[in-house]
């Protein structure tokens, strides 16, 4: 069989509408009932969103990471700060959260300014991982070029010993953003590319709610 011409491959989307009269009075509720609804549907891995930071010279860059926890104050995810993700988020703290739930033909765009969260919160979530993920944030010097795959190994290997069967405490350099937003993108696919978007922006203490031109 022919392989297909990437040109051509197109999906229509048609599951679901979305306007300014349907859409919660403020974006974290809206966030949560969709997250719940990704959550129940069949979209393989729901809390993985891309973030996208900028570095000093202004050069964007993305990976995915894992969404761990939201509340009205901002959405959270751990990692290590000495990361090239970390280093560009403490010289600019402006970030992009993005999340794509194909089987739900839906995207949400989220900007926003991302801050430590306390050292507190950073400690009670590394303590919920399992062991192996907990030596290997120590073992990792994320970000950072390694002369081979054994090298890592050895690496996990001295840090599980050192540790032996005792306590794993949170790496100094290792914990929690939290990113407050000040934008949200709800987008739903529609037919023949006409998606409906729905952006709650923040205007003082209050969210001003518009449609967007798909
Ligand atoms: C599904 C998935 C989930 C991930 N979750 C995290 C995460 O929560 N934290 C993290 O630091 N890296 C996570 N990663 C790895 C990152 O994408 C990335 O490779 C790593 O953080 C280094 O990024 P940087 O060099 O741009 O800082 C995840 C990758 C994938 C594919």
Redesign the pocket.
């Known amino acids: 069989m022919d392989k297909p011409k990437l040109a051509d491959l197109r999906r229509d989307y048609s599951l679901e509408e979305l306007s300014k009269s349907s859409v919660e009075a403020d974006p974290f509720s809206q966030f949560a009932k969709w997250m719940d609804e990704a959550l129940e549907s069949a979209v393989i ?1 729901p809390t ?1 969103m891309t ?1 996208s ?1 900028v570095d000093n010279d202004g050069r964007p ?8 926890g939201f509340d009205g104050d901002g959405f959270v ?4 700060y000495e ?6 988020l403490t010289a600019n703290p402006h970030a992009s959260l993005h999340f794509f739930w194909p089987d739900l033909e839906r995207q949400v765009i989220i900007a926003g300014v991302a801050e430590k969260v306390s050292r507190e919160e950073s400690e009670q979530y590394f303590a919920s991982r399992p062991r192996e993920s907990r030596i290997g944030a120590w073992a990792s010097k ?2 950072t070029v390694l002369e081979n795959r054994e090298e890592l190994e050895r690496r996990v290997e001295e840090v599980g010993s050192r540790f032996g069967d005792g306590e794993i405490p949170c790496p100094p350099f290792w914990g929690g953003f939290r990113v407050t937003p000040i934008r949200i993108e709800f987008w739903q696919g529609r037919q023949s590319r006409l998606h409906d978007r729905i952006v709650y922006q923040l205007s003082g203490n209050s969210w001003q709610i518009y449609r967007l031109s798909p």
């Open positions: 891995e993985a973030l930071t860059s993305s990976r995915v990471v894992l969404l761990k995810f751990f990692t290590n990361s090239r993700k970390g280093s560009d994320q970000s």
